[in-house]
């Protein structure tokens, strides 16, 4: 006898309640292999794939894309079965995919890079991206793919569509030189546009608007302040320089930044204890512990991971968690968890290109501290002017409960940290 499951949205977070159906994985009627992703779910801290329970066909797919469902619902059904026999081009493509050779993996190349009427049957491709593909002639090997595990999501062909059309209205054609001139129009006449000037309203994903939420939220209800101080590299640099190869060889990661400001900050805010505070009602709450938010670009927004206990973690624990988050983050795996509860926030635009700017303070927390890039500026250094590699940092504090002696205290350890490293390792 077939076995029919019924599919409900699981408990995904201590604090999630509901959460909005993305893009199906799997359409009716389709195979899918136990624990492969079915349907995306959004929630307001991340992004989730609910997995097959079994080998299976979806039976019923009951929410659509952008519906709200609460925890426990069901939105699909699937039965039990063994896997459909596969069309030869699908059957080609399974064997060019798993094989090793360098043949198999061109097989495999030119197997994926079909024109777009064979890319409903591709399951990389998601089927309202495939409608959009079909609609504007299009092959999905023409888009990158943004979704997680490598899915072509309608949001890609999109973007898409609109870099091609803003290709084409930068680049007009001049006027033929046979073509007689014209008069200047008169003032105030409308000129005719030449180029496209299309629109695209695509709705917030529910982790943009839930970012949105917050930063205004922190806006209105928190006294925000922001204080500047710079760091000289040198000594950092020249650490990373002796020891990156026998780190990376020890522990299979790369010796990063991050874990120097880390254990600088984990210091800094033990002897400064309401930057690790919170404002409750008409209280301070004091941490004992230091759990820090490291802010990670994922491809959909920013999302800020927690490194619990992060006074307790060694650089390797740091560096490597640091990557797996990074990695998690794209791939859109983060779990709601791993995403609540921070004390403290770092956030390094610096790897964007950032020279300065002013971080915002993610609620309920009363401080976080922006990294920026590095360059080399003059400094006076044993009464010479010396060129050093130089980074302008900024903590941007919650003046209710933070005295600017506090932060200007914050930063100045956090530099002095940085600066003379062997100072983390003795703790002075």
């Known amino acids: ?223 925000l302040l922001t204080t500047f101080n710079e760091i000289d590299m040198t000594a950092v640099k020249s650490l990373r320089a002796s020891y990156k190869q026998d780190f990376a060889d020890r522990y299979g990661v790369k010796l990063g930044f991050m874990s120097f400001f880390v254990k600088a900050v984990v210091d800094a805010l033990k002897a400064t204890p309401s930057l690790n505070a919170q404002v409750r009602d008409d209280s301070i709450v004091y941490h004992d512990y230091q759990d820090i938010g490291i802010a990670v670009g994922s491809g959909r927004g920013l999302v800020v991971p927690i490194l619990r206990d992060a006074d307790h973690l060694s650089f390797a624990d740091i560096e490597q968690r640091i990557g797996d988050f990074g990695a998690r983050a794209q791939a859109g795996t983060l779990t709601p968890d791993e995403l609540t509860g921070g004390t403290f926030t770092i956030s390094n635009g610096g790897v964007y290109g950032s020279l300065l700017s002013t971080p915002i303070v993610n609620p309920p927390q009363s401080g976080v501290l922006g990294l920026h890039g590095i360059q080399d500026r003059p400094i006076g250094r044993d009464g010479e002017i010396v060129l050093a590699p130089m980074m302008y940092v900024a903590l941007t504090y919650d003046h209710r409960i933070v005295d600017g002696r506090e932060a200007v205290t914050f930063l100045r350890r956090v530099k002095d940290a940085i600066e003379t490293p062997s100072r983390m390792l003795l703790e002075i």
């Open 1 to 223: 006898m077939t076995k029919t499951t019924d599919l409900h949205v699981p408990e995904i977070g201590e604090s999630v309640s509901e959460v909005e159906i993305g893009a199906w994985l799997v359409q009716v009627g389709e195979f899918v292999e136990r624990d492969a992703g079915v349907v995306v779910l959004e929630t307001d801290k991340a992004t989730v794939e609910l997995p097959a329970p079994f080998d299976g066909v979806l039976t019923e797919a009951l929410a659509e894309t952008g519906e709200m469902r609460n925890v426990g619902d069901l939105i699909a059904r699937m039965e039990e079965g063994g896997a459909p026999e596969k069309s030869s081009a699908s059957t080609k493509k399974t064997k060019a995919k798993k094989a090793a050779p360098a043949k198999a993996k061109a097989e495999a190349k030119a197997v994926e890079t079909e024109p777009a009427a064979d890319d409903a049957g591709d399951a990389r491709v998601m089927p309202a991206a495939a409608r959009l593909l079909a609609e504007n002639d299009l092959a999905a090997s023409d888009v990158e793919a943004t979704g997680p595990g490598g899915r072509l999501l309608k949001e890609d062909v999109q973007k898409h569509i609109a870099a091609q059309s803003t290709v084409a209205a930068s680049g007009g054609q001049s006027p033929a030189k046979s073509a007689p001139a014209k008069s200047a129009p008169a003032s105030g006449a409308r000129v005719a546009a030449t180029g496209a000037r299309g629109e695209r309203v695509e709705p917030m994903s529910r982790l943009r608007r839930t970012i949105a939420k917050r930063l205004v939220e922190a806006q209105q209800t928190a006294a």
